[in-house]
């Protein structure tokens, strides 16, 4: 009987998912292999839906749904929130100045369940002992709705105000409206 073989690593290379993420960023400035264009504040932020998906549960929820979509535009988020979010995404950097910028991004990072960045933000809050803002309204709501505006290929979202779980999305398509329905517990 022969023994299954084993595998040894035989040296890491910790500097590899560095070279990695400075590759994609590269490449996302270049608009090079971009595969998504998210809209805000009418502002356009060229990504990969794949390093999207990575960084935020709701990216990777929303991705399995609409797989074909070139535009998607994200209301309720402020270009600048967003713009230190795919920076944060593409660097593993957040350059935050002063409280009011450190709660607006931390709501978006909230809504878009980008859990490193809710952690960076967490360590950032530790070191200046100012705590961030915390929404409280909503905590009764079970469900909310949502209405996604479908137009030639740009989708539309509407994002609350409460952060909210990571939610389970449920589609119902009606005469070019799409309504959806958050089963997640709000806090």
């Not at 595998?7 to 590269?26: G, R, T, Y």
């Not at 709501?107 to 929404?135: D, G």
Request: glycine share 4%; net charge negative; hydrophobic share 40%.
């Amino acid at each position: 009987m022969r023994m299954p073989e084993t595998m040894e690593c035989l040296q890491e290379f910790p500097e590899h998912h560095k070279m990695i993420l400075d590759q994609l960023n590269e490449q996302r400035e270049q608009d090079r292999f971009t595969d998504i264009t998210l809209i805000v504040d009418g502002h356009h932020f060229k990504a990969h839906k794949a390093v999207l998906a990575a960084c935020s549960k709701f990216f990777y929820k929303f991705f399995q749904e609409f797989t074909q979509e070139p535009l998607v535009e994200i209301e309720g988020v402020s270009k600048m929130a967003f713009r230190h979010l795919i920076e944060f995404t593409y660097t593993a950097k957040l350059m935050i100045q002063g409280e009011e910028e450190a709660n607006d991004v931390w709501k978006a990072a909230e809504f878009l369940q980008m859990l490193e960045a809710i952690k960076a933000l967490e360590v950032r809050n530790k070191e200046n002992s100012a705590p961030l803002e915390e929404n409280t309204t909503g905590k009764n709501e079970a469900k909310k709705k949502r209405k996604i505006a479908e137009t030639s290929n740009v989708i539309t979202e509407s994002l609350p105000s409460a952060e909210s779980e990571p939610v389970e999305i449920e589609v119902e398509i009606a005469e070019g409206t799409i309504e959806v329905e958050d089963e997640g517990d709000v806090r």
